[in-house]
């Protein structure tokens, strides 16, 4: 996956803002002003691609116990994000599976008043 591919399919999801709220490095990318997915842009010019994912724990476990390339979140909790290195074997599929289920995460954590705003939104 390229880093045109991540960008424009994290900001295809449904009420999705983009933000650098850390510093000019890290792109954030959030739904009802909660984070689902972030990546060093300098790592992407370094060529060592990586995004960080929210996950469900126990499918975070089975994730890094299966997959080489995906690592407790580096900078995040453990228990709940994963570190997903892009250049490695994943496909581009597989990886926006890992971007719905972290965004899926996220909004099921909003209040309900919150999700139908975002339901509501015309994409």
Known sequence: MNLETFYEY???KKGTTEHFPFDEDTLVFKVGGKIFAL?????????EQAVNLKCDPERAQELRAE???????FHMSKVHWNTIA???????????????????????SLTKKIQNEIIELEN
């Open 10 to 12: 994290c900001l295809s």
């Open 39 to 47: 990546s060093s842009l300098s790592q992407w010019e370094k060529n």
């Open 67 to 73: 997959y080489d390339e995906i690592k407790p979140g």
């Open 86 to 108: 892009l250049n490695g074997n994943l496909s581009t599929a597989f990886v926006k599976e890992l971007i719905d289920h972290s965004y899926e995460l996220v909004f099921k």
